[in-house]
């Protein structure tokens, strides 16, 4: 069964602290693994990773994909209020089309 | 306005009632979807469509149906609501398979009473 997972569910910091969140996945014919932060209605997209070991950046916020794990990990350092959200990892593969599966997503609250 | 819309935004029905979820989206892409979301799951898909007239299962189908007659639009219909169909439903939109950056609609929050 093909399966996104992440982890922790849940985070609280402090403004100022750096974070991890991991994801990993298990599909059959993998694409690629994206990120999205969700506020209080739809995702947004943040990151497509497609090869191995290549970081993406965006502000204060960098993902990296490991194929050879099967995991991603997104990194938010000198944190803020407004990085409160979920975070949501999804992998796109081929089954019969493509498709994103998600995982449940990490809810990060940064307190002031 | 150009983007996906889904209406209505909030809905309550009774259990059993016949309750249809519209999305619609203007650039003409090829690829709709629809995810429900609850807590501890994440987004599931329900259904997609690769086009007009082809519409597939996803990972929890049981309970819904969709059609999509026009490239623009996708309902999802609950045939006969249940309480378990509560959650946040949310539809998506790619221009092609090999997309990645789908748009997501703002949601549907349904409760089922």
């Known amino acids: 069964e093909d399966k996104v997972v992440q982890s922790p569910l849940s985070l609280v910091v402090h403004e100022g602290d750096t974070v991890t969140l991991n994801c990993s996945y298990e599909?059959?014919?993998?694409?690629?693994l994206l990120w999205y932060k969700q506020e209080k209605k739809a995702p947004t997209f943040l990151f497509m990773l497609?090869?191995?070991?290549i970081e993406k950046k965006s502000g204060r916020l960098s993902s990296i994909l490991d194929k050879k794990e099967l995991s991603s990990i997104l990194n938010i350092t000198a944190t803020q209020t407004g990085d409160s959200a979920i975070y949501l990892c999804a992998a796109f593969f081929y089954n019969q089309g493509g498709k994103l599966i998600f995982g449940q997503g990490t809810e990060l609250s940064v307190k002031p | 306005d150009a983007g996906i819309t889904q209406s209505p935004r909030y809905k309550i029905t009774e259990t059993g009632r016949q309750v249809t979820l519209m999305c619609h989206q203007t650039w003409s892409h090829s690829y709709m979807f629809w995810y429900r979301q609850d807590l501890g799951h994440g987004l599931r898909l329900i259904y997609y469509s690769a086009a007009a007239d082809i519409t597939d299962k996803g990972e929890v189908p049981d309970g819904y149906v969709v059609s999509r007659s026009k490239t623009e639009n996708f309902p999802l219909t609950l045939e006969s609501a249940t309480r378990s169909q509560t959650s946040v439903y949310f539809c998506a939109s790619s221009e092609s398979n090999v997309n990645y950056g789908y748009t997501f609609g703002s949601g549907t929050r349904l409760t089922v009473v």
């Open positions: 599909v059959t014919n993998f694409r690629s």
């Open positions: 497609t090869s191995s070991g």
